[in-house]
C-alpha cells in the first residue's frame, strides 16, 4: 500500500512577504545606481571642465564661411574707406577743390568729404594703377628693376601728345625698368607710361584691360581707363575711389613712397642712357623733338608739397583741362598717415594751379594732424575663449567682428598726442560663461575703446560656432556644475 505524499500547506502572507524584500532593494538599488552614474558623469564633466583651457578649432572651410558671415554682417567695418565710428563736430577744412575726401590710412576712417563722388578725369593720378600693374609683374617675378626695357616708337617723347609731360624717351636708349618707374612717378612721364604698357602686354589696349581689371576687383565702379597716361578726357575717377585706390597700393606697396614718390628731381637720360652711335651733348630742340634725345633734362617732383608740408612724401599729382588740378597727397607724422585726393582744383595757369594744390593740401594735413593721432595698442582685440554649459559644446571662442589697424584718437581732451594717448582706456566685457543656445555670429561680449568718458570705438565679440542645446542628462549635471562651484571668465 502507497504511502501518500504528505500536503505542503504554503502560506499565502508568507508568499506575499517573499517579494517584498527584492522589491525594496530594487526600489532603493535601481536609483543609487541612477544617482552614482549620474554623480560619476557629472564628476567626468566637471573634471573635463577645469582642464579645458582652448576651444576646438574651425576647420578651413568653417572658418572661410564664418569670415563670409562677418563680412556681410559688418559690411562698412570691412570696406576700405569707411566713416569715423564716433560723431566729431567742429572739423571742416576750408577747401577750394569742387572735389575732395581726407582719410586715415591705418584704418580708412573718412575725416572730411567734399563732393567726392562726383566723376573726374583722374588725369596722371591714372599712373598710379600703372604703377600698381607693374609692381604686381615684379611680385610675380616676370620683371625686375634692373631690367633693360625695349622703347617702341610709340614710347619715344617725340610721338607722344602735344603738351604731354615726358620723361624724354628716345630711340635707342638703354633704360632700366626702375629709372622708368621713376619718369613715371617724378616727371609723371607719358612715354614712360607707354613704355611699361608695351612692354608688359605688348599694346596699350592689353595694358588697360589689366588696369580696368585692377579698379573691377576693388569695387570701383566709376573708375575706367582708356589710356595709361592719363592724358585722355575719357578716363575716369572719384575722388573717394582714388582714395579708395591709394589706401590699397600704399598698404600694399609702402616701399614706393620711399623708392618713386619722395624722390625730389630725377634727370634723364644720363650717359648711360645713350643709344649706340650717339654722343651725350646738348641739342636744338627749336623745330621739336628729336627721335634721338642726347642731352639730359632735370625736373622737379610735380608734387609741389614734398618741400612745403612736414611728413610729405608722396604721392601724385594730374593735370589736364577736362579735370583741372588734381594731387593724390599723404604724409606721415609720430607714426600716423592721412591722405587727401582733392580734384578740379582751380587755376588758370600751371602757377595759379600749383598754389592752389599747395593750399588745399597744406588745409587739409594741417588741421589733420591738429585733430587726430593714431591709437596702435590694439592687444585687446584677439579671439575669447568662454566654455558653454548646458550645450553639445563645451568652450567656444569670442571671436572680434572686425579688427581696425588703429583708432583715430580726436584731440577732445588734451593740446599733445601723448596727453591724449595717456586718456585712453579699454573696456572688455567678456561673459564668465555661456548656459543658452545661440547661433553662430551672436554678439556675447564687446570690446570698448575711451577717451575719458567718450566712446570712440566698440567692437563686438561674437560667437564662432553655434552653440546647441543638450540632452537633460547634459544640462542638469551642467547645472550641478555651475550650482557647485562658480566660473570665473577665463582669457586666452
Known amino acids: 500500500m502507497k504511502e501518500k505524499s504528505p500536503k505542503i500547506k504554503i502560506n499565502k502572507k508568507s508568499q506575499k512577504k517573499l517579494w517584498i524584500k527584492p522589491l525594496i532593494i530594487c526600489c532603493i538599488s535601481i536609483p543609487c545606481a541612477i544617482l552614482l552614474a549620474f554623480s560619476t558623469f557629472t564628476g567626468i564633466r566637471a573634471s573635463q571642465f577645469s582642464k579645458l583651457t582652448e576651444a576646438a578649432p574651425l576647420n578651413i572651410e568653417e572658418y572661410r564661411d564664418f569670415s563670409l558671415m562677418l563680412k556681410n554682417t559688418y559690411p562698412t567695418r ?9 560723431n566729431l563736430e567742429g572739423f571742416s577744412p576750408e577747401v577750394k577743390a569742387e572735389s575732395a575726401i581726407l582719410i586715415d590710412i591705418s584704418n580708412g576712417n573718412i575725416l572730411y568729404e ?9 588725369a596722371s593720378m591714372t599712373k598710379l594703377f600703372a604703377l600698381y600693374v607693374v609692381e604686381q609683374e615684379i611680385a610675380a617675378g616676370r620683371l625686375h628693376y634692373n631690367d633693360i626695357i625695349p622703347l617702341p616708337p ?6 607722344m601728345p602735344p603738351h604731354s609731360s615726358l620723361m624724354f624717351l628716345g630711340k635707342g636708349q638703354k633704360v632700366t625698368l626702375e629709372e622708368l618707374l621713376l619718369g613715371l612717378s617724378v616727371s609723371s612721364g607719358n612715354d614712360a607710361a607707354y613704355a611699361l604698357a608695351y612692354t608688359i602686354c605688348g599694346s596699350m589696349e592689353a ?16 573708375t575706367h581707363f582708356v589710356e595709361s ?4 578726357e575719357l578716363n575716369t575717377t572719384t575722388a573717394r575711389e582714388m582714395a579708395t585706390f591709394c589706401r590699397i597700393y600704399l598698404n600694399e606697396h609702402p616701399d614706393s613712397l620711399k623708392r618713386y614718390h619722395s624722390v625730389k628731381s630725377f634727370t634723364y637720360p644720363k650717359e648711360h642712357n645713350m643709344a649706340d652711335g650717339d654722343e651725350y651733348k646738348a641739342q636744338d630742340w627749336s623745330k621739336g623733338l628729336p627721335e634721338h634725345i642726347t642731352m639730359g633734362i632735370t625736373q622737379k617732383n610735380t608734387n609741389p608739397l614734398l618741400d612745403k608740408l612736414e611728413g610729405c612724401d608722396g604721392l601724385k599729382t594730374g593735370y589736364i583741362d577736362e579735370s583741372g588740378y588734381n594731387l593724390a597727397l599723404t604724409a606721415e607724422r609720430n607714426g600716423t598717415r592721412f591722405l587727401s585726393v582733392t580734384m578740379k582744383g582751380p587755376g588758370r595757369t600751371t602757377a595759379e594751379g600749383q598754389q592752389g594744390r599747395i593750399a588745399d593740401g597744406i588745409e587739409l594735413m594741417e588741421k589733420a594732424f591738429e585733430t587726430f593721432c593714431n591709437y596702435k595698442d590694439l592687444s585687446s582685440i584677439h579671439n575669447y575663449f568662454v566654455k558653454t554649459f548646458r550645450s553639445k559644446e563645451k568652450a567656444i571662442n ?5 579688427t581696425p589697424e588703429a583708432i583715430t584718437v580726436p584731440f577732445a581732451f588734451g593740446d599733445s598726442i601723448k596727453e591724449n594717448l595717456e586718456k585712453m582706456h579699454i573696456e572688455v566685457i567678456v561673459p564668465s560663461y555661456i548656459a543658452e543656445k545661440m547661433p553662430q555670429g551672436t554678439e556675447a561680449g564687446r ?4 577717451l575719458e568718458d567718450y566712446l570712440l570705438d566698440s567692437i563686438p565679440l561674437v560667437t564662432d560656432r553655434t552653440i546647441n542645446e543638450s540632452n537633460f542628462i547634459v544640462k542638469a ?11 570665473a571668465h577665463l582669457q586666452d
Not at 570691412?78 to 564716433?86: D, N, S
Not at 563722388?117 to 583722374?122: A, H, L, N, S, V
Not at 570690446?447 to 575711451?450: E, L
Not at 549635471?477 to 566660473?487: G, S, T, V
Open 78 to 86: 570691412y570696406e576700405q574707406l569707411k566713416p569715423l565710428p564716433y
Open 207 to 222: 595694358f588697360v584691360d589689366r588696369m580696368n581689371q585692377v579698379a573691377t576687383n576693388y569695387g570701383l565702379t566709376n
Open 154 to 159: 610709340e614710347s619715344w617723347a617725340c610721338n
Open 229 to 232: 597716361s592719363g592724358y585722355s
Open 398 to 402: 569670442l571671436v572680434p567682428a572686425f
Open 447 to 450: 570690446i570698448n575703446f575711451f
Open 114 to 122: 567734399k563732393n567726392s563722388q562726383e566723376i573726374i578725369p583722374p
Open 477 to 487: 549635471a551642467d547645472r550641478l556644475i555651475l550650482l557647485c562651484k562658480p566660473y
